[in-house]
Structure formats: C-alpha cells, structure tokens
C-alpha cells in the first residue's frame, strides 16, 4: 500500500467574502484537500480534493474595506471533468478561495477526508492521519499567512517554467483574421485570466498583414523575450519558424521557446500536442484551454523540423506537413469555406471527391533505418530501391509533358492541369513570399534536385497518386489524425501516399478512418504508409498546388529533410 501522503499545511478558514461557512484545509505535495466544517443546521457539507498538477496558480491577497482585517489566498485549477455535451473530459476551471482571519483560537474538529471526485485517480485508502497533537503554527498576520499559503500552493503545482525563465518574458503574436476571424476574443475570454492567474506576463502583437510576424521575429532583439507564443492556425507559427530560420543567428534564435494557442480552422499543431499529452481528443476551444494549460506549466520539449528545398533552390522550414494532391487542393481550396471554420475541411473534401483528380508525377524517399521502423510500417510493394532511371531523371523530365491517368474501372477521371483553377481568395493571395534562407543545418541527405537520388533512396514505381503526403506531427486538422505514431521529436517523415485507382467511397472511407486515425489499419491496396528521413517529389505537371504546413508554396520540384529536434516548443 502506497504510503499516507504527508500532510504539509493545515489550517482552517472562512469561504468566499460573505460567507460564514469554514473550511478544514490541508495541503500535500500533490493535493489541496478542503472540507467544509459542521455547524449548526447544516445539512450537506462539501470538500473536495484538487490536484496540485492541475494548478497554474495562486495569489494571495488582502481583504476588502468590511473584511475585518482579513486576507485571502486563491488558487486556479484546471481539472479535467467530463461536460454533459461532451463524452470527452475536458480542462474546466476551479478557484478556490480562503479567507485567513485575524488571529484567534482555532475551532477544532477532527480532520474528516471530504467527498473525492471520483473520476480521476485509482482508489485509494481514506487519508487518515494517525491522532497526534495538533501542531500549533506559530501566530501570523493573516496576510503573511495568506501568502505563505499562496507560495506553498504555487511551489508544488508543478509550474515548470525552470528552463526558460522566472518571470517568463511572453510575446504573444495572435493573428485576427484566422479561423472565423474570432482569435482575439477568443484570447480575451479563455487565455488571457488564465496567464494572470499563472502570473506570466506577456506583450500581445495583433498581426496587421502577412508576413508581419516574419518580420518581426527577424529582425527583433530576441533578448527581450523568453516564449514566443502564436495564437493562429498553422501558419502563423510557419512566419515565426521561417522568420527565426532567417536570421544571422538562427542557430540560438530556434532555441526560443516556442508556444502555440489554437486560433485557427486547422490547429494541426495544437491538436498533436494535446494528443501527446495522453488525454482524449478536444477541439475548439476546449482545445485552446488545453493549449493555454500546458503554456502555463511551461513544460519546453524539441520538435522536429524538415527543411523544404524547392527547385527554385529555395528552401523552408516546416514543422507539420509537406502535401501534393488531394489534401493540398483541399487545405486550399476550403478557404472559401473559412466562415465555416473547422469544418471547412470538410466541406473541402466533399467537394473535391466529387472531382477527384490524379496527380502525375514522381516520388521517391530515403527509408528510416530498419531498426526505428515500427512492424505497424507497409513496405511499399511497388516501389523500387534504386536511382532514378537515365530517362526520368529530373533533369531531363520535359515538365510539360504531362501525363494523363489511366486507372482501373473505377478511377478519377481528372487530370492535375487544371487543379490549380481554384477561385479561392485569402490562402492563394497569400503564397509565401520569403526570400531564400541560406541559414539552417546543412541538408546531408540531400544531393541537388537535378542530380539523381542517391542509391539509398527508394524510387516509387507508380507515377499516378491521388495525394502524397508527409507528416511529421500526428494531425493534419484539429479532427484528423494522419501519422498517428508520430511524436514531437522522432526524426520521422511520416509519409503516406494514395496511388491512383482508388475508389471515392474508399478515399472517404480513408478520412473518415482518419478521424480516429485508424485509416493506416484499413489494409486499403492503394494506400502506402512508409517512415522515411528524406524524400524528394517532382510533378509532371506545370502548374498544381503544394503546401508546406497549410500554406501555399511554389510550385514544381521539391525535396525534404528532417531535422530531429532542430526547435523548441512548450508541450507536455
Ligand atoms: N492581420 C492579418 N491579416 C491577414 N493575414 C494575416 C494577418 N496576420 C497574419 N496573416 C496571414 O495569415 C496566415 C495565417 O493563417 P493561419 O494559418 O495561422 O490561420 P488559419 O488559416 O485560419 O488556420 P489553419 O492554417 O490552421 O487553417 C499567415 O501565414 C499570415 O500570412
């Protein structure tokens, strides 16, 4: 049997303002134990056990003009709790408050264990603490007592912000026309009193236009800040990524701390963290709770970057996915369901199924080494291990030469030319328009785009897809679940591809499976799932649509590395 916690502070106190109802308080290294104390005439007594991990902070504080001299500790939880409108728990917010009289002689009762919420922790033993004299504090002034409270609350909630800084230098960069366009108040109603309440103080930078964040991270005195937070979809953190990877010292300035608040349609990265963190999934702004929870812990972990080099030699830094194909066309040509906000995806997908397209072009990839692969890993049955033919070789590919897609009975009819005709305004205006980054580790798996790929490399055979697509984090939007076995720093490409012949209803079936991220289990023939390091993918067709992490990139040749751990960001 696990052994009684030990009990570090006990005290009894007077509620909330106004209220006559006392409290027994105990304080353990993981819990903060309350039980209301019997009167006269009173019928249910309540108490409650909260869990110090769930605490982002606590004050204390002295009592208002009638409060006779009084002073008061606070303390703010974060519990996870199961809604009615929602079968999975969720963080909702707690505050206890207790008032430290003036000094007089305490009422005495036996310590009685209070109601324990049930949910939460394995059973365990009642707390009961062998008779033992009560240990008499030494006398305080209530406010001293309050704060000695407020500190010992604060100092076993587990706020780690160690690595980065005590007080914590937060710039918060929120972009207002993400998502619904509903980001700022969204901060102003479930961020902002929570990051009070952990007692970080933060400078909020409302972007004005694009590349406005990019900018700044480029060429700001990094010193001033200890996080640099974005409250946005997924491109926003792309700006800051790319805006750091730009600098002259981009190697220190990628070690900022990085913290993401989901204010976007896709919170892809959002939805990974909180996946990692072990708990059920949450979208909207249950998801943003728990976003803000872990930027209060502050709890700072590597993530992977994967450098994009385009055949403009240009080259990027990614952190969530690289896509060709369907998922691409859909990421883009959605934007017209913005005002939808999630489910504009899916809207995107309905739409797109309708005029489902091939995409012609070729793929190839440098397989993760055999001993990291999980046997969950397909290998690919059509795909070669071999240098590109002479005749295929990029250089020689006559890009206009494009092919078009034959397929099985029931395949797409439509070819790539025109899948760049979407009507769509916001996303396609913005195209990133960065200059190169010549900064960054060097890309040592990478030969130039118009040399053959090393013999290492896997060629696919097929030249017929209906999307590729590389993941490095385990969501591609908030509600769907790509690379279900990726972590935050696994070195991994998770790469998945779709060769064309594939039926509509079996690509719907593929991303409804994909919202519990059980569609790489299908055992779909037309589906590859394959761990790579490194992969190169070159389109025959002239114009097409390739984002990098959501957002619109050049078109035409392109090949990617990942650089394990190469950032820094707060998830737990
Ligand atoms: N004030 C602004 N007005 C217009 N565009 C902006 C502004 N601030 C930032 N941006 C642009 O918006 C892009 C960010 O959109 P972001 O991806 O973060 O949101 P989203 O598209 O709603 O979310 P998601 O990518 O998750 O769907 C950035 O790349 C930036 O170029």
Known sequence: MDPLPRVHMRGEFAGRPGRKVRYAVSLTEEELTFQQLKTAGAAARSGAVLHLRDCVGSRAFRGGGGGGGGAYFSAYFYPRRRRWTSPAESRQRTEVCFRVEPHRE?????????HREPHREPHREPHREPHREPHREPHREPLEEAERWARAIGARSGVLYREVGWPCRMLLLLNPRSGKGHALSLFTSHVQHMLNEAGIRFTLIVTKQQNHARDLVREADLSQWDVLVIMSGDGLLFEVVNGLMEREDWEDAIQTPLGILPGG?????????????????????????????????????????????MGSSRRLFSFLSLAWGFVADVDIESEKYRHMGAARFTMGTLVRLASLRVYQGRLAYLPAQESSLSPSVTAPPSATHTDMSPELQPSTLGFSSMRHSVGNSQSLGHTLHDSCNSNNSYKAERRDTCSVSSHGPPDSLLVPLDQPVPSTWTVVQEES??????????????????????????GIIHLIYVKAGISRSALLRLFLAMEKGTHLATSCPHVVYVKVRALRLEPYSPKGTITVDGELVDYGPVQ?????????????
């Open 465 to 490: 897809f209906v999307l590729v697509l590389a993941m490095y984090q385990s969501h591609l939007a908030e509600d769907l679940v790509g690379a279900p076995s990726s972590a935050l720093e696994d």
């Open 265 to 309: 349609s896709g919170n892809a990265l959002a939805a990974s963290i909180h996946r990692y963190s072990g708990f059920q999934p949450v979208s909207g702004e249950q998801l943003l709770v728990s976003c803000s929870f872990m930027l209060c812990k502050g709890v700072v972990s590597r993530m992977d970057l994967t450098s994009v080099c």
């Open 106 to 114: 305490p009422h005495r009762e036996p310590h009685r264990e209070p």
């Open 560 to 572: 990617a590395q990942i650089h394990s751990g190469l950032a820094r960001l707060i998830a737990s």
